[in-house]
């Protein structure tokens, strides 16, 4: 019977449901995202066996496969969130227990909501002041060069502004149908919302060998194929790298501008570990200010959009969802249909609008609470860095596995070896052998790892992702269950 036929029971007629695998819309089932994929909810069913005193080989499940750096044990900066309990129960500028500088931030937020309270829709493109914070954190962090806070966009995390950029550039039909082109390995959202809109994906291969680097004959061949098939107009870049975790040089940088703008694409500058960057040698460039050095050849014309967030850096504030874009060289008729689309959804959750301004905006060095945040920040970033040398260390002392630096991010995404009967099985049981690789890790050490397919890999490699996030002796102890499991999967399969 397929699904919309007539039933009849007892004499009255019972239709099928309306909205059924095959009735639903059809490119939301072609949507996977890996890191939330079905390890995780293993992981989270083992979690509730362990409550229910069902015995097992360990006595935690240990999640690092998502950036989500509180549910890790790192602690919040304490600043942001006293200045987040002023604005959520304004009584409290009434304590004395507040700094003032904590007092003078609440209350500025306060005045720019309305009826003084975060529980009142914004603009949909943002809070006003806080979009000026935004444009003069940018104007610093790039040494001066301008921006306009008509050109920041407020948004839910930066995934949100990323999704809606998306949305504004997919279109056409056939060959002529709107392809992105995106990092292979690269972080599933985009993989994800291109599924979602109907649009082409364009892989190009970071090359493993040289560090996770990116070079523009790679990008040149992977759009030259895509052209067979569709009309390349976006390019991704992720910088610091998800999953892979290398910084792109300045000069890497300049050779993908000049890329973008001989072959007349939209570039998407994903930026939201700019704070992540651990390797000596290694700075962060954000793509604005390069174009912009490069001279009004590049930056009159060129077509971006940049993203950052509250949830990576040393702040870590994922729960908040706070992020914002800026656009640039945007055709003005074009920035108003886009404040059109933002406008539907109302706006951001000004909650998080709150946290992003204090990220943009942190104490200065003549404020009561500088003194504590910068010794909150510095720990936070000098523990990361650590935790990713010690990373890359340990996983290169286990045979099978091989580890590139984790120059920035919060991620490793080491390439394993696996033995050809544990590939076979796993074809056999219609998986990808990394997939059946981590399963068998979460099973017996409880550590929930994202399989490198579900980033996308080169053909006949296989790696997964890890966060460094876990308190460092927590993390040994990790690494440490990695490498014996590691030995004991080979032996088992060899």
């Not at 460039?285 to 940049?306: C, D, I, N, R, T």
């Not at 269950?481 to 088992?492: A, M, P, S, V």
Request: net charge neutral; aromatic share 8%.
């Amino acid at each position: 019977l397929n699904s919309s036929s007539p039933v009849f029971l007892n004499g009255v007629t019972c239709r099928g449901k309306v909205l059924t695998l095959d009735s639903m819309n059809p490119n939301v089932r072609r949507v996977e995202y890996a890191v939330r994929g079905p390890i995780v909810q293993r992981a989270v069913q083992i979690e509730k066996e362990l409550r229910e005193g069902v015995k097992k080989p360990f006595t935690e499940v240990i999640k690092a496969n998502i950036g989500d750096a509180h549910a890790m044990g790192q602690k919040p900066i304490t600043f942001f969130r006293q200045v987040l309990a002023l604005c959520s129960y304004p009584d409290l500028l009434e304590d004395n227990k507040f700094p003032e500088d904590a007092k003078k931030r609440a209350r500025r937020i306060l005045d720019a909501c309305g009826g003084h309270s975060i529980g009142a829709y914004s603009a949909s493109q943002g809070i006003e002041c806080i979009r000026q914070d935004v444009a003069r954190y940018i104007e610093k962090r790039d040494g001066g060069i301008p921006s306009n806070p008509d050109n920041i966009y407020l948004s839910t995390g930066a995934s949100d502004a990323i999704v809606t950029m998306l949305k504004l550039l997919v279109c056409g039909e056939g060959r002529d149908r709107t392809g992105v082109m995106i990092s292979i390995p690269q972080y599933p959202l985009y993989s994800a919302a291109l599924a979602d809109l109907g649009a082409v994906q364009i892989n190009y291969y970071l090359d493993e060998d040289k560090c996770w680097g990116l070079d523009v004959t790679e990008l040149r061949r992977a759009l030259n194929a895509a052209k067979q098939h569709c009309k390349p107009r976006v390019l991704c870049i992720i910088n610091p790298g998800n999953p892979t975790g290398q910084v792109q040089s300045r000069e890497c940088i300049e050779d993908v501008i000049r890329f973008a703008k001989e072959e007349n694409l939209f570039l998407m500058a994903d930026e939201v570990y700019q704070d992540n960057v651990y390797a000596k040698g290694c700075k962060f460039h954000s793509f604005k200010k390069v174009l912009f050095e490069m001279g009004p050849e590049y930056s009159s014309s060129l077509e971006m959009a940049s993203f950052h967030s509250t949830s990576k850096c040393y702040m870590g504030e994922c729960g908040f969802r706070g992020g914002y874009m800026e656009v640039l060289n945007m055709d003005p008729e074009v920035k108003a249909q886009l404040t059109k689309l933002v406008s539907v959804r109302l706006c951001p959750p000004v909650s998080g609008q709150a946290m992003l301004d204090l990220v943009v905006n942190p104490p200065l060095p003549d404020e009561p609470s500088y003194a504590s945040y910068l010794k909150e920040r510095t720990a936070v970033l000098a523990a990361l860095a650590e935790k990713s040398h010690l990373t890359e260390e340990m996983f290169n002392t286990v045979p099978g596995i091989t580890c590139n630096p984790v120059q920035g991010a919060m991620y490793t995404f080491p390439r394993i070896t696996l033995p050809q009967k544990a590939i076979a099985k796993a074809q056999e049981e219609g998986q990808a052998p990394d997939m059946l690789y981590c399963m068998k890790l979460l099973e017996e050490e409880g550590i929930c790892l994202v399989p490198g397919s579900g980033f996308g890999q080169k053909e006949g490699t296989f790696h997964f992702r890890m966060t460094i996030l876990p308190p460092t002796e927590k993390l040994k102890v990790v690494l440490q269950k990695i490498r014996d499991f590691h030995l004991r999967f080979t032996q088992e399969f060899s």
